[in-house]
């Protein structure tokens, strides 16, 4: 959107940072319920070439504006806890770059198996 000669853009996508290493995308939307309705969830698993920050992070966009800022209020300082007993305090922060990535289609090669038939 622009006004004025300024880009405004609507932030509706937020990252979760520093959630447990052992947190998977499926115990991580079973403890944010009940979730707002969302258009875009992607959860990334921690990297051990960072050790020792060793933590998991997931971009979520929301449909409705009023529900960034609820979920913000809700979950931003919110304690997780790992099967170890070990806490870890999230942050939530809107994501750097609000665009989220579209879904290809699979479309098959139209030249796959075609190498015997070069001539």
């Known amino acids: 959107m622009c006004h004025m000669g300024i880009t405004v853009y609507k932030t509706h996508k937020i990252?979760?940072?520093r959630l447990p290493p052992s947190l998977t995308k499926e115990d991580l939307v079973e403890q944010l319920q009940p979730l707002p309705e969302l258009d875009y969830l992607e959860f990334f698993s921690s990297?051990?070439?960072?050790?020792?920050?060793?933590f998991a992070r997931a971009y979520?966009?929301?449909k409705n504006q009023d529900d960034v800022?609820?979920?913000s209020d809700r979950f931003d300082g919110y304690v997780f806890i790992d099967n170890r007993g070990q806490e870890y305090p999230a942050i939530?922060?809107?994501a750097p770059?609000?665009?989220t990535a579209k879904k290809r289609s699979k479309k098959k090669d139209a030249k796959s198996g075609t190498?015997?038939?070069?001539?």
């Open 15 to 17: 990252v979760i940072r």
């Open 69 to 71: 800022v609820l979920f």
């Open 60 to 62: 979520l966009n929301f």
């Open 97 to 99: 770059f609000q665009k």
């Open 92 to 94: 939530v922060e809107f």
């Open 115 to 119: 190498i015997e038939d070069g001539d």
């Open 47 to 54: 990297d051990t070439s960072l050790f020792p920050h060793l």
